[in-house]
Nanobody, 127 residues
């Protein structure tokens, strides 16, 4: 069974940090690009960050540039999102997704070719 599972969400104070993890089972991640997306209550899903299959290229939404860092460890079949200087507006359910490398260049503005999605992990930034 092909599956992505996110973990690492929780409650954090503004200015704090969290590291999200995305674990794959049933398939090997190293041929896929990975995107992190989020959806806040009452809002549309938005792209946060993406990483190429090799890890050599990354893209970020303007809202998280300089605060979030995406990385991957293909040997462990894992992808991470380090989130620093968190703000209340970062509160959302965060999802990871895997897609064919052909579509990497559209990410995070567009969620093209992302065939596999996790169920999400909730991040709440509040004092």
């Amino acid at each position: 069974q092909l599956q992505l599972v996110e973990s690492g969400g929780g409650l954090v104070q503004p200015g704090g940090s969290l590291r999200l993890s995305c674990a794959a089972s049933g398939f090997i991640l190293d041929s896929y690009y990975i995107g992190w997306f989020r959806q806040a209550p009452g809002k549309e899903r938005e792209g946060v960050s993406c990483i190429s299959s090799s890890g050599g290229s990354t893209n970020y939404a303007d809202s998280v540039k300089g605060r979030f860092t995406i990385s991957r460890d293909n040997a462990k079949n894992m992808v991470y999102l380090q989130m620093n200087s968190l703000k209340p507006e970062d509160t959302a359910v965060y999802f990871c997704a895997a897609g064919a490398s052909t579509y990497y260049r559209f990410c995070p503005d567009r969620a093209y070719g992302l065939n596999y999605w996790g169920k999400g992990t909730l991040v709440t930034v509040s004092s």
